[in-house]
Protein backbone atom coordinates (compact mmCIF):
# COMPACT_ATOMS: atom_id res chain seq x y z
CA UNK A 1 0.00 0.00 0.00
CA UNK A 2 1.11 3.51 -0.18
CA UNK A 3 1.26 5.73 2.50
CA UNK A 4 0.82 9.84 1.68
CA UNK A 5 1.96 12.95 3.84
CA UNK A 6 0.42 16.20 3.25
CA UNK A 7 2.39 19.23 4.32
CA UNK A 8 2.32 23.05 3.04
CA UNK A 9 -1.24 24.06 4.66
CA UNK A 10 -1.24 27.46 7.22
CA UNK A 11 -3.17 31.14 7.49
CA UNK A 12 -3.56 33.24 4.46
CA UNK A 13 -5.51 36.44 4.02
CA UNK A 14 -8.56 36.03 1.17
CA UNK A 15 -7.17 36.60 -2.00
CA UNK A 16 -4.03 34.85 -1.19
CA UNK A 17 -2.14 31.90 -2.30
CA UNK A 18 -1.10 28.52 -0.74
CA UNK A 19 0.51 25.61 -2.63
CA UNK A 20 -0.08 22.02 -0.99
CA UNK A 21 1.81 19.38 -1.35
CA UNK A 22 1.44 15.27 -0.79
CA UNK A 23 4.23 13.00 -0.91
CA UNK A 24 3.61 9.49 -1.63
CA UNK A 25 5.69 6.64 -0.12
CA UNK A 26 5.80 2.55 0.41
CA UNK A 27 4.52 0.55 -2.92
CA UNK A 28 5.17 1.91 -5.98
CA UNK A 29 3.55 4.82 -7.29
CA UNK A 30 2.59 3.93 -10.92
CA UNK A 31 -0.63 3.73 -11.77
CA UNK A 32 -2.36 5.45 -8.89
CA UNK A 33 -4.62 8.30 -10.12
CA UNK A 34 -4.75 10.80 -7.18
CA UNK A 35 -7.14 12.96 -5.31
CA UNK A 36 -7.35 16.07 -2.83
CA UNK A 37 -10.26 16.78 -0.97
CA UNK A 38 -11.22 19.06 2.17
CA UNK A 39 -13.54 18.82 5.27
CA UNK A 40 -14.72 21.98 6.99
CA UNK A 41 -16.13 21.74 10.50
CA UNK A 42 -19.96 20.66 10.23
CA UNK A 43 -19.53 19.48 6.39
CA UNK A 44 -18.59 16.50 4.80
CA UNK A 45 -16.12 15.56 3.22
CA UNK A 46 -15.74 17.63 -0.57
CA UNK A 47 -14.28 16.95 -3.68
CA UNK A 48 -11.60 19.57 -4.24
CA UNK A 49 -9.38 17.84 -7.41
CA UNK A 50 -8.05 14.83 -9.36
CA UNK A 51 -5.52 13.97 -11.28
CA UNK A 52 -4.52 10.66 -13.89
CA UNK A 53 -1.53 8.52 -13.20
CA UNK A 54 0.11 10.48 -16.56
CA UNK A 55 -0.82 13.98 -15.38
CA UNK A 56 -3.27 13.91 -18.51
CA UNK A 57 -6.35 14.45 -16.92
CA UNK A 58 -7.59 16.56 -14.45
CA UNK A 59 -10.99 17.48 -13.00
CA UNK A 60 -12.21 19.70 -10.71
CA UNK A 61 -14.94 20.84 -8.32
CA UNK A 62 -16.92 23.50 -9.07
CA UNK A 63 -16.20 25.61 -6.22
CA UNK A 64 -12.41 25.48 -6.65
CA UNK A 65 -12.51 25.99 -10.86
CA UNK A 66 -10.67 28.25 -11.94
CA UNK A 67 -8.53 29.25 -8.88
CA UNK A 68 -6.95 25.47 -7.84
CA UNK A 69 -4.82 23.70 -10.15
CA UNK A 70 -4.10 19.99 -9.00
CA UNK A 71 -0.43 18.86 -10.85
CA UNK A 72 1.97 15.42 -10.26
CA UNK A 73 5.57 15.20 -10.28
CA UNK A 74 6.06 11.04 -10.67
CA UNK A 75 9.69 11.03 -10.01
CA UNK A 76 9.21 12.41 -6.65
CA UNK A 77 6.33 10.74 -6.04
CA UNK A 78 3.89 14.10 -5.17
CA UNK A 79 1.36 15.44 -5.91
CA UNK A 80 0.45 19.25 -5.54
CA UNK A 81 -2.52 21.37 -5.17
CA UNK A 82 -1.95 25.51 -6.04
CA UNK A 83 -4.61 26.90 -4.92
CA UNK A 84 -4.89 30.86 -5.68
CA UNK A 85 -7.61 33.90 -5.29
CA UNK A 86 -8.42 32.02 -1.79
CA UNK A 87 -11.36 32.90 -0.14
CA UNK A 88 -12.80 32.25 3.40
CA UNK A 89 -14.75 29.53 2.41
CA UNK A 90 -11.90 27.61 1.59
CA UNK A 91 -11.03 27.40 5.12
CA UNK A 92 -10.75 23.78 5.61
CA UNK A 93 -8.94 20.02 6.20
CA UNK A 94 -7.03 19.15 3.14
CA UNK A 95 -6.94 15.61 2.12
CA UNK A 96 -4.81 13.89 -0.10
CA UNK A 97 -5.97 10.28 -1.54
CA UNK A 98 -4.87 7.59 -3.64
CA UNK A 99 -6.45 5.28 -5.94
CA UNK A 100 -6.25 2.26 -8.31
CA UNK A 101 -10.06 2.80 -9.66
CA UNK A 102 -10.63 4.56 -13.13
CA UNK A 103 -13.26 5.79 -12.34
CA UNK A 104 -15.34 7.67 -9.44
CA UNK A 105 -12.55 9.72 -8.57
CA UNK A 106 -14.82 12.34 -7.52
CA UNK A 107 -16.16 10.58 -5.17
CA UNK A 108 -14.17 9.56 -1.24
CA UNK A 109 -14.96 6.02 -1.27
CA UNK A 110 -13.22 5.27 -4.90
CA UNK A 111 -10.94 6.15 -2.77
CA UNK A 112 -8.35 3.74 -0.59
CA UNK A 113 -5.18 4.98 0.79
CA UNK A 114 -5.33 8.54 2.71
CA UNK A 115 -3.12 11.24 4.14
CA UNK A 116 -3.41 12.63 7.51
CA UNK A 117 -4.48 15.54 6.44
CA UNK A 118 -3.37 19.51 6.60
CA UNK A 119 -5.24 22.51 7.96
CA UNK A 120 -5.91 25.83 5.43
CA UNK A 121 -6.76 28.58 7.11
CA UNK A 122 -8.09 31.75 5.08
CA UNK A 123 -9.05 35.17 7.66
CA UNK A 124 -11.46 37.87 5.95
Known amino acids: QVQLVESGGGLVQAGGSLRLSCAASGRTFSGYAMGWFRQAPGKEREFVAA????????FYGDSVKGRFTISRDNAKTTVYLQMNSLKPEDTAVYYC?????????????????WGQGTQVTVSS
Open 97 to 113: AATLMDTGWGSSPSYAW
Open 51 to 58: ISWSGGST
